[in-house]
């Protein structure tokens, strides 16, 4: 998009009360965080409360996210166990395969969220809700 028809889309929107709103949101985000250097408020709670993501679902959220990875890290450890007849993994094993099942996260976080929640939301707005909990909440 050029500068040119950027003017052109605002000239042509410039009364559109959505457009004034969110053009007032961003000129307070950019005074808080180049003339301000500070961040005063998030709000996020009318469009978590939209989500139904409340803080105890927050909670649950990631309890089953990490049990979920804990439970997987236990089935990579029995699965090298078992190969190797051994009884125990050295650490630098766990360290490898808790780096492997910890990149499967926000696979995992949207899969959980999707479950809990009874919704369809993909790796990128699973996080995006559920960091905006955690700022939130």
């Known amino acids: 998009m050029t500068y040119n028809a950027l003017e052109d889309w605002k000239d042509h929107f410039k009364a559109d009360p959505k457009l004034k709103a969110l053009s ?3 000129i307070s985000i950019h005074d808080d965080v180049f003339k301000k250097q500070k961040i005063s408020q998030f709000d996020f709670d009318k469009e978590l409360e939209d ?3 409340t803080k105890e679902l ?3 959220v990631y309890r089953k996210i990490w049990a979920s990875l804990r439970h997987d890290l236990y089935l990579e450890i029995q699965s090298v166990k078992n190969e190797t007849h051994k009884l125990e993994i050295s650490q630098e094993k766990f360290d490898e395969l808790w780096e492997e099942v910890f990149m499967r996260f926000d696979t995992v976080r949207a899969d959980v969220y999707n479950m809990m929640m009874d919704d369809r939301l993909n790796e990128k ?9 955690y700022i939130e909440f």
């Open 51 to 53: 989500a139904g993501l």
């Open 125 to 133: 707005e699973s996080k995006i809700i559920m960091l905006k909990a």
């Open 24 to 26: 007032k949101e961003l």
């Open 58 to 60: 927050y909670i649950m």
